[in-house]
């Protein structure tokens, strides 16, 4: 049991998640009892989906078979043929039309350096999550752009490629946002099969948006329940007012 266990319960419930929300950290020391990741994965974002069975620790080394994440994810200590490495994917990148020189500069990089990435369930996160990763299906989507609505007044981006931009983007802007992925992503990731996107809330807000998902997951069950109601009546050839749509819930 941690701080963020009835967080993540509540998260689950409300939307019915497959996998639990994952939280990452950042940190300049490795919190004590939790194990450093000890094998390789071709990308950073397979960590994601690693943390759902317990809490890790990565560096850099990790995380260096993936020069983009390294770099959106500004992580000190990466070894030397990081530089080449990620000059050498960007051009490829660039060749295909992909990602252009010109939009390098709007991909989002996070603004301070760590030495450690955390990854966990967020029911078992050792440390404070600066993000919390939750994938959700279309429906689920609605619910959680309507929390961060409410939360934010405002809407949340919708991002594409790289993925694992979406962590910075949160982090740096203290705003959810949703990243419908990569192709890269959804090849390394069992969990991105095509129905699912990614949402990535901060951290040190997740109980707003919490409260928020709780409440209007709800209202959506009983809406949902009134539009079926609404549906069957009109098609059965009934002109129902809104208050008697209403009434027959009761």
């Known amino acids: 049991m941690t701080a963020y266990t009835e967080s993540a319960r509540a998260l689950q419930r409300a939307l019915d998640l497959p996998q639990p929300p994952i939280g990452v950290a950042f940190a300049d020391t490795a919190p004590d009892g939790v194990p450093h990741f000890e094998h390789r994965v071709a990308a950073g974002c397979v960590f994601w989906e690693r943390a759902a069975q317990g809490p890790i620790v990565t560096?850099?080394?990790?995380?260096?078979m993936c020069s983009i994440g390294v770099y959106t994810h500004n992580l000190a200590g990466a070894p030397p043929k990081h530089g080449p490495e990620l000059e050498a994917v960007l051009q490829v990148l660039n060749g295909l039309e992909y990602v252009r020189s010109e939009d390098i500069a709007q991909i989002p990089v996070l603004r301070r350096s760590a030495r450690y990435v955390?990854?966990?369930?967020?029911?078992?996160?050792?440390v404070p999550p600066d993000a919390v990763l939750v994938f959700c299906n279309a429906s689920q989507s609605l619910v959680m752009s309507e929390a961060v609505q409410q939360v934010e007044a405002g809407v949340a981006?919708?991002?594409?490629?790289?993925?694992?931009?979406?962590?910075?983007?949160?982090?740096?802007?203290?705003?959810?946002?949703?990243?419908?992925?990569?192709?890269?992503?959804?090849?390394?990731?069992?969990?991105?099969?095509?129905d699912i996107a990614l949402w990535a809330l901060p951290g040190p807000q997740l109980a707003q948006y919490v409260g928020r998902l709780t409440a209007l997951a709800q209202a959506n069950k009983v809406l949902s329940i009134f539009h079926q109601l609404r549906k069957q009546d009109v098609a059965a050839g009934s002109e129902p007012t809104y208050a008697e749509s209403l009434a027959r819930m009761q």
Do not use: K
Request: glycine share 6%; net charge negative.
């Open 118 to 126: 955390i990854y966990a369930p967020l029911a078992e996160m050792p």
């Open 157 to 194: 981006p919708a991002m594409g490629r790289p993925a694992c931009a979406v962590i910075p983007q949160v982090v740096n802007s203290s705003r959810a946002a949703l990243s419908l992925g990569c192709c890269g992503a959804r090849a390394y990731l069992d969990t991105m099969t095509d």
């Open 59 to 64: 560096s850099a080394r990790d995380h260096d």
